[in-house]
């Protein structure tokens, strides 16, 4: 499919036909992915392919019974908001279990250029050596956005996403985007640990989920949400 019309395609689809999605058909989907770029090209990302019912429904029974252990206690605070996350949990995030395919995405840390630089300074700093951290700036400030604000790991991860949802929708399939049942990915992982083939040196080497896809033939498709105009966020300066 031309370039623009795969981008123009592309919605967030949340009910399948029962069709298959072949497992050569989600390694092209992988193989896109790995076209992305990344930070330093770390590649930093690993994504499990799960066809298997069993270990989707062990996925959906985690994410819901940690969904109605804060619902729960949600409820003890605002119950109105307790019950619109309830519902949330039903609608946006275990429809995965009807897709014939759903993807965890694992990620790992990647720490951006400047990271260990400045942290080499601050330490020595602690450590007594006069060196002048005024020049620098305030450095844990300057750390926290470089890790957490500016994130280029997610961004990397990103990139490698979308990726995989282009040539999704370039084979003819539709996909979701899921970070929603991140709230369950100490669990999520747990399961892929114990009921998949998944190399368990992914975990040792600091791997963890950072969000899941689903994959499939596009059932009931509703309307997108608006978008917004090119204007509206873009600034150009000549
Ligand atoms: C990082 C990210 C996380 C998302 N998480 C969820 C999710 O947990 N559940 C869901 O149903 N949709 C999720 N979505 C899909 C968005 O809701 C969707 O992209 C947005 O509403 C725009 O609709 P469109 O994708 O059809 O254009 C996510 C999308 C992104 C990029």
Request: include cysteine; glycine fraction near 6%; charged fraction near 30%.
């Amino acid at each position: 499919m031309e370039l623009m019309k795969v981008i123009e395609t592309r919605q967030s689809i949340r009910k399948f036909k029962e069709e298959d999605v072949p497992v050569a058909d989600l390694m092209e989907m992988a193989k896109a992915a790995g076209k992305a770029p990344s930070g330093k090209n770390v590649q930093n990302w690993h994504f499990v392919i799960i066809k298997n019912k069993d270990v989707m429904g062990k996925i959906a029974e985690a994410i819901t019974e940690r969904n109605a252990a804060i619902v729960e206690e949600m409820k003890k605070v605002d119950e109105g908001k307790a019950l619109r996350f309830e519902k949330f949990c039903k609608n946006f995030t275990v429809f995965f279990l009807k897709a014939p395919a759903l993807v965890v995405v694992l990620t790992r840390e990647y720490l951006p250029s400047g990271y260990p630089e400045v942290t080499l300074v601050a330490d020595a700093k602690r450590e007594g050596t006069p060196v002048d951290l005024e020049k620098i700036g305030d450095v844990d400030t300057l750390l926290h956005s470089l890790k957490y604000e500016k994130n280029p790991g997610m961004q990397s991860l990103g990139a490698a996403i979308e990726n995989f949802t282009l040539r999704a929708i370039d084979l003819g399939y539709g996909s979701c985007w899921l970070t929603s049942a991140n709230y369950a990915s100490k669990e999520i992982e747990n399961i892929l640990k114990e009921e998949t083939s998944i190399d368990q040196n992914l975990f040792e080497e600091g791997f963890f989920m950072g969000a899941m896809l689903t994959v499939g033939v596009p059932g009931e498709v509703n309307k997108s949400p608006a978008k917004k105009d090119v204007e509206d966020f873009t600034t150009v300066f000549e």
